[in-house]
């Protein structure tokens, strides 16, 4: 069974500070998704990663994904309280998606 | 956004009643899914489907069947429901054949079993 691990659980920051969030696995994916959920609402995508080593940019948000295609890393920078809720990583498999539990991250004004 | 809706969105339930949650997608994708939510678990999948009466079992099925006789409907059935089965539901719909794998949710249906 696939798993994937996200790091940390929880993080509670202040406006303009910047963090990373983690997704780590032991198993090899063909491409890994980052999507963003808010309270009462499914899971939005922002990104996928296809590429060993690829890294994507939106707007204050950079995705990098493993040179070895089995982990991912999720930085923002000068986070803002609009950048609230859960972060899931998902990596693929086949036809199928395996979901991290998530990074709940709240950002203080 | 991607047309997808669930219904219902609440619904309270008791111990060993049969519960069925429906998905409707007005994007003609091949793929659809069901997920459930739990704290600490994230999205768990239960079943999905790829294409008109084709299903195959996730990782949390026991307890659970689908059925899917037209594209764009894919029908979750609790048999008997119990209290384990409390969650939120996700409903996902995927363009798969695209060549990149994407998946994009429904609003949920939040089930109570009292």
């Known amino acids: 069974t696939q798993l994937l691990e996200q790091s940390p659980q929880f993080l509670s920051i202040q406006e303009g500070e910047n963090l990373t969030v983690y997704c780590n696995s032991s198993?090899?994916?063909?491409?890994l998704q980052w999507y963003r959920q808010e309270p009462g609402e499914g899971p939005v995508l922002l990104v996928t990663?296809?590429?060993?080593?690829e890294v994507k940019k939106l707007k204050r948000l950079t995705f990098q994904f493993g040179d070895a295609r089995k982990d991912s890393s999720l930085h923002i920078t000068a986070a803002q309280p609009g950048d609230t809720g859960l972060y899931l990583c998902?990596?693929?498999?086949?036809?199928?998606?395996?979901f991290g539990a998530g990074t709940m991250l709240r950002v203080k004004s | 956004d991607a047309g997808i809706t669930q219904s219902p969105r609440h619904k309270v339930t008791e111990t060993g009643t049969p519960v069925t949650l429906r998905c409707h997608q007005t994007?003609?994708?091949?793929?659809m899914y069901w997920y459930r939510q739990d704290p600490g678990h994230g999205l768990r999948l239960i079943h999905y489907?790829?294409?008109?009466?084709?299903?195959d079992k996730g990782e949390v099925s026991d307890g659970y069947s689908v059925s899917r006789s037209k594209t764009e409907d894919f029908l979750l059935t609790l048999e008997s429901a119990t209290s384990s089965q409390t969650s939120v539901y996700f409903c996902?719909?995927?363009?798969?054949?695209?060549?990149?794998?994407?998946?994009?949710f429904g609003p949920g249906t939040r089930l109570t079993v009292t």
């Open positions: 996902a719909i995927s363009p798969l054949g695209t060549g990149i794998y994407e998946q994009y």
């Open positions: 198993s090899v994916f063909s491409s």
């Open positions: 990663v296809v590429t060993g080593g």
């Open positions: 998902a990596g693929e498999y086949g036809n199928k998606l395996v």
């Open positions: 994007e003609n994708h091949r793929y």
């Open positions: 489907s790829y294409g008109v009466k084709d299903t």
